[in-house]
Each structure stands twice: as structure tokens, then as C-alpha cells.
């Protein structure tokens, strides 16, 4: 498989999307490319065993992209290997009235991982600043205090939103919170492809919605708010990456290995010791279950 260094996908400096591949050829078929991932995620999931003890960390793992860019199947495909008490998935959708109650970030604040554990927000607290940022008027559900009318819901507006996001982000990653941050950079045209199998293949039918084909007469608004998102919010602690994502297994595959090769840098992330006490009389402890 064709080498690549995960660090080229991390926003370091300010980029323009339409710039950013959608494509990465690794030289190697699907069935490769999933074999790949299947090992890697094996060995994913060894670490989470590990971290899991350790409890010193959590990690939130922030999947973001356009409708159809295959977050469901990320989430899916990448974790598979991972034991069920360590994980939890975050779907968040259009905000209930409980949490419209509550200040934006609530809902996820509330989401985030206990030490030794994995959350994955599938869409996240970002949407604050791109579904809402493209409909504006949807900011008037939050009854926020001194934003009377969408005028209110100006430049400067969006400025604070984006700063109490960098505030939120920094409070978490220095209380021993682990952030990836993965924006799926699919094409237009791919998009228009996959919404196709939506309409054609039977089977896929009940993913399709109208409002699938509204949004995506806003694309390019979407692909700017975007763009503000990668280069406003990615920070040393808290990095956004962009990954091609036209080819599922592909894409898989590097955010697999963007988590595991970041993780085994924490060189303080290993099991406990065991009590000197225990340590000392397992093989007495074996003996007492052997005469059983």
C-alpha cells in the first residue's frame, strides 16, 4: 500500500476547500484497502482495551461532511472492533425542546466521554455554526437573549459562536479529553452519484429524503461555511482533517490510522500496575482455583 504521512491531512494553515483533494489513490484495491483496515482496527481496538484501564483519557471523535459522505459507515467500519462498554455514538439531529431549553452546547457537553472511553458525534456541535449559519432563522428556536430578529444573527454573531466553540474545545482537551476532528471532503459529483443509489437501489430507498436535493442546491454555501469552520477552528489541541472522501474504504482507512498513530504517541496511555499486594500472591491465587 502507497505510504502517506497522516500529518497531510491536518489543517495547519488556512486552506480553501475547493483546493482539498476528494480523491487519494493508496495503489491498491478495495479488497486490499478493507483487509488493511481490518488489521488496523484489530489493533485499534487492542488500545482502546488499554486506554479503557488506564482511565485517564477519553476521546471524542467528531465526524462531520455533507449529506451521503458515509458517516454512518465510517462509524460503522472503524470501530467495529471496539469493545461495547467503551464506546458510545452520538446522533445529533434537529435539537429537542428539552435541549432548545439549554444554552447550544449542552447537549453535547452532557455527550462527552467519561476517562477511558471512546464518543463519536456523528455531526456535531459544528452544525451551530454550518446548518444554522446557512438558515439562520433556525437560531431564533434557541430564544437566546438579545437576538430579536435574524438581523441579529450578524458577522459578529457568528465571531462569539466560533470563539465559545474554541473555548469549549480548549476546556475539554485540557481536562484529559482527546479530540479528532474529521471533515469528509466529498466531490459535488460524487454526492449526486450516491443520491442516485438512493433513488435506484430498493434497498436504499428509505435513506432518501426531498430535502436531501434542498440542501444541495446550497452547496456552495455550505462548502464556504465550511471552509470558516476548517480554518477558525482547528488548533493545535483540537485539529480538524480533511479527508478525501469519494472512496469509502479509502477514507476508512486514513481515519483509522490518523486515531491509532496520534494515540500511540500518548506514551503515558498503558495499563495499570497491578497492587503490589495482589502481584505478589498471584501464584498463590492460581494455586487456590487449580484445587478447586
Not at 444554522?132 to 459578529?156: A, F, K, L, Q, S
Not at 452547496?219 to 482547528?234: A, I, P, R
Amino acid at each position: 500500500m502507497k505510504h502517506f504521512d497522516t500529518n497531510t491531512f491536518k489543517i495547519t494553515e488556512p486552506v480553501r476547500i475547493s483546493e482539498l483533494s476528494t480523491e487519494l489513490d493508496l495503489e491498491e484495491s478495495k479488497k486490499e484497502i478493507k483487509k488493511e483496515l481490518e488489521d488496523l482496527r484489530e489493533d485499534l481496538g487492542k488500545l482502546q482495551d488499554t486506554l479503557y484501564a488506564h482511565g485517564k483519557y477519553g476521546v471524542l471523535v467528531c465526524i462531520q461532511g455533507m449529506d451521503t459522505a458515509g458517516k454512518d459507515s465510517m462509524i460503522r467500519e472503524v470501530f467495529k472492533d471496539f469493545n461495547t462498554r467503551g464506546i458510545v455514538v452520538h446522533s445529533f439531529k434537529v435539537p429537542t425542546e428539552l435541549e432548545l431549553k439549554h444554552d447550544y452546547l449542552w447537549r453535547h457537553y452532557i455527550a462527552l466521554p467519561a476517562r477511558g472511553k471512546f464518543s463519536i458525534f456523528n455531526r456535531t456541535h459544528y452544525e451551530n455554526v454550518l446548518v444554522t449559519r446557512v438558515h439562520p432563522y433556525y437560531i431564533m428556536g434557541e430564544n437566546i437573549p438579545g437576538v430579536e430578529t435574524v438581523d441579529d444573527v450578524n458577522d459578529e454573531f457568528w465571531a462569539k459562536r466560533f470563539e465559545q466553540i474554541n473555548n469549549f474545545e480548549k476546556h475539554i482537551a485540557e481536562n484529559g479529553t482527546i479530540i479528532f476532528k474529521f471533515f469528509l471532503n466529498l466531490s459535488k459529483d460524487e454526492q449526486k452519484d450516491r443520491l442516485l443509489r438512493r433513488l435506484e437501489l430498493k434497498e436504499k430507498n428509505w435513506k432518501f429524503s426531498p430535502g436531501d436535493l434542498k440542501e444541495r442546491k446550497l452547496w456552495d454555501k455550505y462548502q464556504e461555511c465550511y471552509e470558516d469552520v476548517l480554518n477558525k477552528t482547528s488548533k493545535p489541541h483540537a485539529p480538524w482533517f480533511a479527508i478525501p472522501a469519494d472512496d469509502k474504504p479509502t477514507a476508512r482507512y486514513i481515519v483509522a490510522k490518523i486515531i491509532y498513530d496520534t494515540l500511540r504517541e500518548y506514551s503515558d496511555i498503558e495499563e495499570p500496575e497491578l497492587d503490589d499486594d495482589i502481584k505478589a500472591n498471584l501464584e498463590e491465587y492460581k494455586k487456590q482455583l487449580e484445587s478447586e
